[in-house]
């Protein structure tokens, strides 16, 4: 008897160990039975600095739609896309997706994403800034809601190496070659001190006037000897020391000398936003910053690689009110709020026209973070193309680049090969 | 009865007991059993079913979470993947594709460059610290803990503290300049010829420990009497490291060459931490390569391909491995 309640008992337990998984990789279901929807949010990074923020944004709408209940995830940078996929092949997938607009491209080569324009409709996209709204534009449908974005960059001085170095801090350089002769300056008086990290990425060649893409956009056309002079002058600015050796690391975030660890003394393009991390993380080097105009190339364009959006999967089960939430956070007056707490550029017109940003006013280095922004604001693009494997072009050609910099290709062999990669790529789509 | 017994052996026997002597047909099997039952026995031999029954839990997670991924890899490597869409099968272009990438070539030669640093490294080195920390001495378990600590220490943090050890206003720098080694700072990290050496040192660095308490344990069990007899024939501290230690610890060396020839073709965290496979992909190793392509790229059909490579390699290395070490025989 004792035998048979132990086998009894032994197969329960074995039971019950192979359901636990199961349950465990249970989805919960969503949507409650009084027929609440819940929302997945996904948003990058803004938990640890703006909480209070997004919590009083969601707050508010769930106030405003009682049926809806919004359920926040924070996800870092790097993982976004990724996590992003794991979702859709998984099945369960979040409703509105703050996403980037390397990572739409990614996603838009699966057609993974709701057209945001089907959803919405056409009208409700106009408060948002052409330019950026097309940058998001594929085959006529607006993909995605332009949340913010870095703005256009700004100059970043660090005041006491300049005067250290002989320099003066109100003659900030202009133009790419000012930078270099400065950064050269900078390093031949302070040799622990480099100028800064400013590589030719393909946003510079586009601030030269240089074009990327032929016409009609089959062609990569950027090895022209005009491409080879520009790329040049990096070059030999690299081995001058105005541009630091750290430059040549993959990830930009992992720089070895930097305006905040004072190894590097200016930056031509810097983002603004970064300023919130130097206040926080380097006091001391904050207070010796100089905010001016970023340097410009012959065609005085600025431009930007990426801006942040809201996606809606194609496979959330709730598209119609997910768009609508994002609407909500992209509004007007939301993205106003969200610039007054850290130097970012909203993408609705409206926020533009507030005073805030019309009559910058203010000494604090933010503040003329914002004034510097708006002034090159006319003159901002976004370097999107909307080619297929964008990412992995890109940063092929910035493999080529680096190459180069480190002296191990010359400029034209470095270019050649990346266009040759980009032809045989384009060949393809 | 005989029914009963039928049904008992074609279920639980394993396959080799199961299955048919020559020239025995079915039913002299079934008077065999019958026999059996036949003999005087207190109680029938039954085949206890409970013990496979407390593995099935651990055999399914083993199956979902291991073999069905191994064999679905498999499949892919034949197909082009990329998540999303549905895989289409491309026979064997994707191995194909391999011979033609540079990348993929650059990745096996790096890996065989970590190999010729780090394995004689962590074969040899660890040896001599373990003789070290065998000795009878006050403390010496804090010596064997502090020189065990790298091992359980998360690589990721190591990664980053070392990353600031190489840095060129770094402490390693800072130390060469100081004993007049070096007059301009080394970027080692960022330099094609240094980074990899680089690297190399702190992967044989961190699993040193690891491999010299392998060695502590396989010198502890060499016999006493073996080296107390080689000393009363005279042999010095040489002769019996060299006559008595090494061939009794010949089974430790085929341990230690196993582990450390998979730990390098295996490695990925400190790459992907310090260099992330630059500068210009001098410190590519073929799992980064496999990991960019599967989860940057999303090319899941190439990156399956060379996944099914990287095993060959393992496979290969490790039947290498034990036939060198003849087994992992000790000799006698």
Redesign the interface.
Known sequence: MRRKRG?VL??LL?VL??ML?VIGCSTNSADQKDGTIELEFWTINLKKNFSDYIQGAIDAYEKEHPGIKIKWVDVPGADVT?KL?TA??SGDVPDVVNETSAGLS?LQ??Q?VYPMSDLVGKEKLEPYIDGLVQSVTIDGKVMAIPWYHGGPPIGLINAELYEKAGLDPNQPAKTWEELFAYGKQIHAKLP?VYGSNDIPTLESLISEGLPILSEDRKTAVFNSPEHVAFVEKFVQAYKDGAIA??A????DR?Y??TIDNQ?TAHVGWAQAAQLNNYEKNAPTVFNKLKVVPPVSGKAGQVAVKDIQLFIVPKKSKHPKEAADFALYMTSAQKQLEFCKLVPIFPSTEETLKDPFFTNAEGNTIKDEARKVMVAASPRLTVNILGLE?EQ?LKEFYM?EI??AL?G?KSVKEALDAAVKHWNDQLAKQ | MIQRWTVAENIFLPPYLSSRRKGADSLSMITVLRKKTTLPQPKKKKISWMPYLFLLPAMVLFFTFDYLPTFSAFYYSFTEYHVLAPPEWVGLENYSRMLEDEKFWTSIQNSLIYFIIVVPTLVTFPLFLAMLVNQKLRGIHLFRVIYYLPVITSMVAVAIVWKYLYHPAGLLNAVLHGLGLQQEAVNWLLNTETALPAVAILESWKSMGFYMVIYLAGLQAVPHDLVEAAKMDGAGRLRVLWHIYLPQLRPIFAVTLVLSTLGTVQMFTSIYIMTGGGPLDSTMSLPLYIYQKAFVELDMGYATAMGMVLWLILMILTLVNFKISRGGQAVG
């Open positions: 086998r032994g197969l074995s160990m192979l998984p990724k996929l859709l092949s990614v080569s699966y993974s622990n050796p750290g040549v690391v993959k990830d992992q070895q000398q190894m494997k992995e493999e680096r190459a480190m191990k």
